[in-house]
């Protein structure tokens, strides 16, 4: 696994060390005594924290837990972080007690303290861990595969909505302030731009993005105006719903679990179904080879919505409905920007695989917000048919 890549753009950047398997066997060890731990691996494709699933062996067959170390330059307060997974995992458990709370299989994924400690995180050499507890009999993927997938991603993100909608949004702590407010992105990038000056771009993509993002300045504020005029109000949100943090039950392929619950904190529910659709209504996902090939679906719109609307609609006001489609570009175009600005700044927040990495996602994001620009009219009127 790649080391963590830390600091977000403008700030100093703090590479943490790689991770070698003698530094996660001491770490795991602190979680569970170390006599029974089999394996550590990576897990998933996080572009931010780096995430292990251990294998434990003992008298009662084999069990499993998914060990991660916080990016603490991303996340620079794990008390917060913690809190809320507390404070959540609580609010939904004793929810889900509840006969009808969610309809079939639902799961959390729980925080496991380390042993001999009275915090739910463990702080070692500067470092942050926690443990959570691995849900088992489900897959995960990186891209929707299709039309049933995706409305498993709109119910699996209702339910999620719906079992926290009775949580007051100031009991959850801010663990990334501005999150999902995309014209402090915007602000960013332009710092950065005048940074850096003029970059190597010897095929046009870079101009391309830098004139995408231009042509856009004016739309960046649409939510945030929506809010500050009353129209939507801030409510607990999940923050990341990509396709890659859910879970779906390895047998049926229902969604059982929403995963990666740092980004939990209050917030528009549109960031979240903005993302839900730039993430599930793109078959070629984010990792995209050529970004000239994605497309915004809206066959799996119109699934994925279903999905959500049959398990949170009703929680829906006429204004949260209006803005859906505004979502769904703002967010594939503010995450674009997010990546252009990374790319720009020399990859300092997201992991990257190679140079220019960030720079082919930001491509991606950007293609998708524009197949989602000229589906405008037919996405806006999909929502009202589901209204
Ligand atoms: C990051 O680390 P990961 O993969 O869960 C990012 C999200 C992006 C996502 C795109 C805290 O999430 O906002 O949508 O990459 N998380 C943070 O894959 O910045
Ligand atoms: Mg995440």
């Given at each position: 696994m790649l080391a963590g890549q830390v600091s977000g753009p403008g700030s100093d950047c703090v590479v943490q060390t790689p991770l070698q398997?003698?530094?996660?066997?001491?770490?795991?060890?602190?979680?569970?005594?170390?006599?029974?731990?089999?394996?550590?691996?990576?897990l998933g494709q996080g572009n931010v924290n780096d995430t292990h699933l251990v294998t434990l062996r003992g008298d009662e067959g084999e069990r499993r837990f998914v060990l991660q170390r916080l990016n603490t330059t991303v996340f620079s307060a794990p008390e917060r972080v913690m809190g809320n997974l507390a404070t959540i995992t609580a609010h939904m458990g004793q929810k889900l007690q509840h006969p009808g709370a969610a309809a079939g299989r639902w799961e959390l994924p729980r925080p496991i303290p380390p042993r001999a400690s009275d915090r739910a995180w463990l702080e070692l050499d500067g470092e942050v861990w926690r443990a959570l507890s691995f849900i088992e009999d489900t897959v995960g993927c990186e891209a929707v595969a299709d039309a049933g997938q995706a409305h498993e991603l709109g119910r699996g993100l209702g339910i999620f909505h719906d079992l926290l909608s009775d949580l007051p949004a100031a009991e959850?702590?801010?663990?990334?302030?501005?999150?999902?407010?995309?014209?402090?992105?915007?602000?960013?990038?332009?710092?950065?731009?005048?940074?850096?000056?003029?970059?190597?771009?010897?095929?046009?993509?870079?101009?391309?993005?830098?004139?995408?993002?231009?042509?856009?300045?004016?739309?960046?504020?649409?939510?945030?105006?929506?809010?500050r005029r009353g129209e939507i109000s801030p409510r607990p949100i999940h923050g990341d719903p990509k396709i890659g943090n859910v879970l779906f039950d390895a047998t049926t392929g229902r969604a059982v679990a929403l995963i990666?619950?740092?980004?939990?904190?209050?917030?528009?529910?549109?960031?979240?179904?903005?993302?839900?659709?730039?993430?599930?209504?793109?078959?070629?996902?984010?990792?995209?080879?050529?970004?000239?090939?994605?497309?915004?679906?809206?066959?799996?719109?119109?699934?994925?919505?279903?999905?959500?609307?049959?398990?949170?609609?009703?929680?829906l006001t006429a204004a949260d409905r209006h803005w859906i489609p505004t979502a769904?570009?703002?967010?594939?175009?503010?995450?674009?920007?997010?990546?252009?600005?990374?790319?720009?700044?020399?990859?300092?927040?997201?992991?990257?695989?190679?140079?220019?990495?960030?720079?082919?996602?930001?491509?991606?994001?950007?293609?998708?917000?524009a197949s989602i620009e000229a589906q405008l009219p037919a996405l806006t009127a999909l929502v009202q048919r589901l209204s």
């Open positions: 398997t003698s530094r996660l066997l001491t770490v795991a060890g602190r979680f569970h005594p170390p006599g029974f731990i089999a394996a550590v691996e990576p959850l702590a801010d663990t990334l302030e501005g999150f999902h407010v995309t014209p402090r992105y915007l602000a960013e990038h332009r710092v950065v731009l005048e940074r850096v000056g003029s970059l190597a771009d010897d095929d046009g993509r870079l101009a391309w993005a830098l004139a995408f993002v231009r042509d856009r300045e004016d739309q960046v504020d649409l939510l945030e105006a929506a809010a990666d619950l740092d980004t939990v904190k209050p917030g528009l529910l549109h960031y979240d179904i903005g993302d839900a659709l730039r993430s599930g209504c793109n078959p070629l996902g984010e990792e995209a080879a050529d970004p000239a090939q994605v497309r915004f679906d809206l066959d799996l719109a119109a699934a994925l919505l279903e999905g959500y609307m049959g398990a949170a609609g009703a929680s769904a570009r703002l967010i594939s175009f503010e995450l674009g920007l997010r990546f252009l600005t990374d790319h720009l700044a020399g990859d300092v927040y997201f992991r990257t695989g190679r140079r220019g990495h960030n720079l082919q996602r930001a491509l991606v994001q950007f293609q998708l917000c």
